[in-house]
């Protein structure tokens, strides 16, 4: 009974038929604002001459829900699944949707064919949102799913235009901090490992570490800056390269934990001692910064409240379809350990 008819309109011949984009008929479907009267006459006339059943819309109106929200993983290097912010972020959410009666489905959207059949999945009315996990710039996945009238919510941003609905930690200021941590301390050759920079998140926590120097009076110069991918492997070249490059070097904020504890192998091969000769910062305060020699100074990312925040925005939108997109950034916190 609930899959669609052989032949059955599509809401792209619905779109096609009233003249306007799929946007719109998606708009019309959830009620939304922001629709002339004349676009919607013309798209209602287009689902009624068709016999067009809009899934979401259809369960919506009947009251059923699906009961069930995707959490979305849309990395598509597999290594990434390994590292510690996938867990937690998996137990943040989780333990967020407990109480709620809402089961969390994990998916993986590596692909553009991944992509498509998760779309579909989601117009289907198996889910009754998604949260999305690790999106980076240029993702169309968000926008497909928003037109599809499905509520979603991202863990960060895709870029500094983002207008989807977000929960995100305070980047910027989080590295900014942990710098001036590091100049208080006497450093002054102070270097950075990124994350990988076609993501916002990376290229805001470089922001941080460029704001702090230049306030400073230092000026970041790139050949102070070393990319990673996030991985342990990946931030132990980046050190590496940064020790040839600048042997002076008397200190390094690292783009995440995984990273910083890469890092500091790196300096223990080339025989630097930490901190006495180079100060290292992390950035989420993952288990891992208390399990490494020395124990890791590190931003604190707030990942139960981000959880608990995604959520509730998501929930919200569930229940009743929000006027506005939201806009969430959570503050971080300097933990100050050994090795800085």
């Known amino acids: 009974m609930g899959r ?14 009233a003249g306007v984009g799929r946007g719109t008929v998606s708009r019309v479907i959830n009620n939304a604002a922001g629709v002339k009267e004349s676009t919607r006459r013309a798209v209602q006339q287009a689902i009624q001459e ?14 059923q829900r699906a009961d069930a929200v995707a959490l979305v993983l849309t990395e598509p290097d597999w290594r990434q699944f390994a590292e510690p912010f996938f867990s937690e972020i998996v137990r943040s959410l989780g333990d967020a949707l407990a109480d709620t009666g809402m089961q969390l489905l994990l998916t993986l959207v590596r692909s553009d064919a991944e992509r498509q059949r998760f779309l579909e999945f989601a117009r289907g009315g198996r889910v009754d949102g998604a949260l999305l996990v690790s999106v980076h710039d240029g993702d169309l996945l968000p926008d497909m799913l928003v037109e599809a009238g499905l509520p979603t919510v991202l863990l960060g941003r895709r870029s500094g235009d983002e207008y ?11 590295a900014r901090s942990a710098v001036s941590h590091l100049l208080k301390r006497g450093r002054r050759a102070i270097a950075t490992v990124t994350g990988p920079l076609d993501m916002h998140v990376a290229q805001c926590r470089l922001r941080g570490y460029q704001e702090a120097l230049a306030m400073a009076g230092l000026r970041g110069e790139p ?3 070393a990319e990673s991918d996030f991985t342990e492997e990946s ?4 050190m590496a390269e940064l020790i040839e490059r600048h042997p002076e070097i008397d200190g390094v904020i690292a783009a995440s934990d995984t990273t910083a504890a890469g890092a500091l192998q790196a300096l223990h091969a080339a025989g630097r001692r930490v901190p006495e000769d180079v100060a290292v910062i992390g950035f989420d305060d993952f288990p891992l910064a208390q399990q490494t020699k020395p124990r890791l100074t590190t931003v604190r990312q707030p990942l139960e409240e981000i959880g ?3 959520v509730r925005l998501l929930l919200e939108e569930v229940e009743e379809p929000a006027v506005a997109w939201h806009h969430v950034i959570l503050r971080t916190e300097l933990v100050v350990r050994e090795s800085a």
Do not use: K
């Open 4 to 17: 669609r008819r052989p032949g059955a309109p599509t809401l792209e011949e619905v779109a096609a038929h």
């Open 50 to 63: 068709l016999g067009y059943v809009p899934n979401l819309a259809a369960r919506s109106l009947a009251g």
């Open 164 to 174: 989807v609905s977000y929960v995100d930690a305070d980047n910027v200021g989080g």
């Open 223 to 225: 050949s102070w800056v």
């Open 235 to 238: 931030g132990r070249r980046a």
């Open 308 to 310: 608990r925040a995604m």
